[in-house]
């Protein structure tokens, strides 16, 4: 499995940005997908993910400007962040992992920065 994270980028507060991870090598219906946030000083942790079977999940704190979705047919999942504001800045990293398994691929990362 290959993930290949695009988008992000600089943003200034109260923008949009969009997050996209191309999946390749493994269906999306065979995988579970997620992107976990990066901030420096505070670890890594899950905002949003999406199951083998097309459940959608957001962590609640970003439930109100943060939309996960996936394309089958494209093979993405892909992070819509609204109203952005400085503490969504973060390296953001796309994760896979195949249904059933405790394996895990992970995507190269993309910066989002905040500005305003």
Known sequence: VQLVDSGGGSVQAGGSVRLSCLVSGMALDDLFVGWVQEVPGEGRYEVAD??????????????DRFTISRDIVRRLVSLQINDAKREDAGVYFCFARPAY???????QGIQVAVSG
Do not use: I, P, V, Y
Request: charged fraction near 30%.
């Open 50 to 63: 999406t199951t083998n079977a097309g459940d959608l999940h957001l962590m609640d704190s970003k439930k």
């Open 101 to 107: 398994t405790r394996l895990e691929f992970w995507g």
